[in-house]
């Protein structure tokens, strides 16, 4: 009988049952809060790992686009080559010769092959009465004429969409040796007297 009253006396509003059931409470509330701090920290390790396979997959699309734009620059830059030379023999044949199929066909084919080029995204940069642009032009020599002007054009300079592939050579024009200094300004730069 004592059994029987000690069991009633457990499960009995004063009993340790309720306060089990406290601690079984508290214990699954910690647990449940654990979980969600690991279910937090797994979204946010996805949510990273996301974002860098797209930083990923956006940087590996650039590395093929500037793969294709090198290799296409460095085709291209070849046959400009090919194409000045085609353009100099061209300029060298006579009037007289002018006339004949086969002067026609060369001027044909280099017109084709400016054409690709073209079409490739292969434009040629405006030099001669232009000012002076280091990122378009470099100046080989200078000669007297329009200060910071390109008087010349020695070789056609070519933009390969919106990057410089050759820059064009040229001749830029400088003030005459016996040009007078500024009005107020003596030889060597001093101002002079009043």
Do not use: C
């Not at 009995?12 to 089990?20: A, L, N």
């Not at 650039?62 to 830059?77: G, H, N, P, S, Y």
């Not at 007289?96 to 400016?114: A, D, I, N």
């Amino acid at each position: 009988m004592e059994d029987a009253s000690q069991s009633r006396s457990e499960s009995g509003p004063g009993g340790s049952e309720p306060s089990g059931a406290a601690d079984q409470l508290a214990a699954l509330t910690r647990e449940l809060e654990e979980q969600r701090a690991r279910a937090e920290q797994f979204l946010q390790n996805w949510q990273r790992a996301q974002a860098d396979f797209t930083n990923f997959r956006r940087r590996t699309e650039q590395e093929k686009r500037d793969a294709a734009f090198f290799a296409e620059a460095v085709l291209i830059a070849r046959l400009l080559g090919v194409a000045d030379d085609l353009a100099r023999a061209l300029a060298t044949v006579p009037a007289s010769l002018q006339l004949f199929t086969w002067v026609e066909g060369l001027h044909l084919l280099e017109r084709k092959l400016l054409a690709i080029f073209e079409a490739h995204g292969l434009q040629p940069i405006e030099a001669v009465g232009k000012p002076f642009d280091p990122s378009l032009h470099e100046a080989v020599s200078s000669r007297e004429g329009a200060e910071g002007m390109v008087l010349e054009e020695l070789q056609k300079g070519y933009r390969l969409h919106d990057r410089v592939l050759r820059p064009a050579l040229v001749v830029i024009g400088k003030a005459a040796a016996g040009a007078t200094p500024e009005a107020g300004q003596s030889e060597g730069g001093q101002q002079g007297p009043r």
